[in-house]
């Protein structure tokens, strides 16, 4: 059974920073592309950064230069690192195995201005 469980979301005051966690469990997670989405209130989800088996990345123009995704295969696991947060990054954020139907449950970022 494939399971995903983010981590790391809270709330933190303009220019701050935190890190994402997504753990993910009955899959071979080192050959797998993964990402994070996120969703605001009253928007559609929107896809922030991928990143490859190869560690190949992609980012949001909104995110680029602020967020960093990584991975660490041997804890499968994979990383948002988001600096700089805007309050406008408020959402609730979410890790995928990309192209597939298997989310996590989402965790909660909030930016005050």
């Known amino acids: 059974q494939v399971q995903l469980v983010e981590s790391g979301g809270g709330l933190v005051q303009a220019g701050g920073s935190l890190r994402l966690s997504c753990a993910a469990s009955?899959?071979?997670?080192?050959?797998?592309?993964m990402a994070w989405y996120r969703q605001a209130p009253g928007k559609q989800r929107e896809l922030v950064a991928t990143i490859t088996r190869s560690r190949s990345t992609n980012y949001a123009d909104s995110v680029k230069g602020r967020f960093t995704i990584s991975r660490d295969n041997a804890e499968n696991t994979v990383y948002l690192q988001m600096n700089n947060l805007k309050p406008e990054d408020t959402a609730v954020y979410y890790c995928?195995?990309?192209?597939?139907?298997?989310w996590g449950q989402g965790t909660q970022v909030a930016v005050s201005s």
């Open positions: 009955g899959t071979i997670f080192s050959g797998l592309t």
């Open positions: 995928r195995i990309e192209g597939t139907v298997y």
